[in-house]
């Protein structure tokens, strides 16, 4: 491993792209001890990449739920209304600056 290639990594949280995808799903459940979740939110301060990705990763949690909770909302896209989508984000946000 080269010297700048430790030192992203010490600086991402210590954590690689792959650990962090590896640890995505209990991240987002909330279920990481808090350090690591620290070094997870570290890495996502870091890497855009992971950023990215786990913003697209909460969006369709945050969608598949809604439409769990709402069977009317299943496979008709023209039933999806923007204020339900809106709502949606605005949640997702607001859990985002939870953390
Ligand atoms: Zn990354």
């Known amino acids: 491993m080269s010297t700048m290639h430790k030192l992203m990594v010490i600086m991402s949280g210590g954590l690689s792209c792959k650990d962090v995808d590896e640890r995505l799903d209990?991240?987002?459940?909330?279920?990481?001890?808090f350090f690591?979740?620290?070094?997870?939110?570290?890495?996502?301060?870091?890497?855009?990449?992971c950023r990215g990705y786990?913003?697209?990763?909460?969006?369709?949690?945050?969608?598949?739920?809604?439409?769990?909770?709402?069977?009317?909302?299943?496979?008709?896209?023209?039933?999806?209304d923007e204020a339900l989508v809106q709502d949606i984000l605005k949640n997702s946000a607001a859990a985002r600056d939870a953390d």
Not at 26 to 32: E, M, Q, R
Not at 40 to 46: G, L, Q, V
Not at 67 to 79: L, T, V, Y
Request: aromatic share 8%.
């Open 36 to 49: 690591t979740r620290l070094r997870m939110t570290m890495h996502f301060f870091m890497c855009a990449a």
């Open 26 to 33: 209990d991240y987002v459940d909330g279920t990481l001890p």
């Open 54 to 80: 786990v913003k697209t990763y909460r969006k369709t949690i945050d969608l598949a739920k809604s439409s769990i909770k709402g069977p009317d909302h299943q496979g008709a896209d023209e039933s999806v």
